[in-house]
């Protein structure tokens, strides 16, 4: 039995926006940023302050990817090894793990 070859799964295209409600849209849709709750309904995440920055974070997730995109290829390997740390960060962001 043959299987086919595993492509590479990519992000969803940014812009994304976030709006009330944590609701981030994008091209493929909306998702939400959200918290699970115990067995009585209460919250398991109690700093809402940093949902709310974590929600800001995931949105801007793509023009990062992009900034760091464009900084990679405007850079040269220097003393304190820019490239291997924009490199590590973008492997993350693509589903790698770092070296």
């Known amino acids: 039995m043959t299987h086919p070859t595993a492509q590479p799964?990519?992000?969803t295209p940014g812009p994304w926006t976030l709006s009330a409600g944590r609701v981030i849209t994008t091209s493929d849709g909306e998702f939400y940023?959200?918290?699970a709750s115990d067995r009585h309904g209460n919250p398991n995440f109690k700093n809402?302050?940093?949902l709310?920055?974590?929600s800001r974070l995931c949105?801007?997730?793509p023009a990062l990817y992009a900034a760091l995109?464009?900084?990679r290829a405007k850079i040269a390997l220097g003393p304190l090894g820019l490239l291997d740390i924009v490199n590590?960060?973008?492997a993350l962001a693509e589903g790698g793990t770092k070296p």
Do not use: K, Q, S
């Open 9 to 11: 799964t990519t992000h």
């Open 69 to 71: 995109e464009a900084v």
């Open 88 to 90: 590590d960060a973008l």
């Open 52 to 54: 709310d920055a974590n």
């Open 59 to 61: 949105t801007a997730a």
């Open 48 to 50: 809402f302050c940093a």
């Open 33 to 35: 940023i959200t918290y």
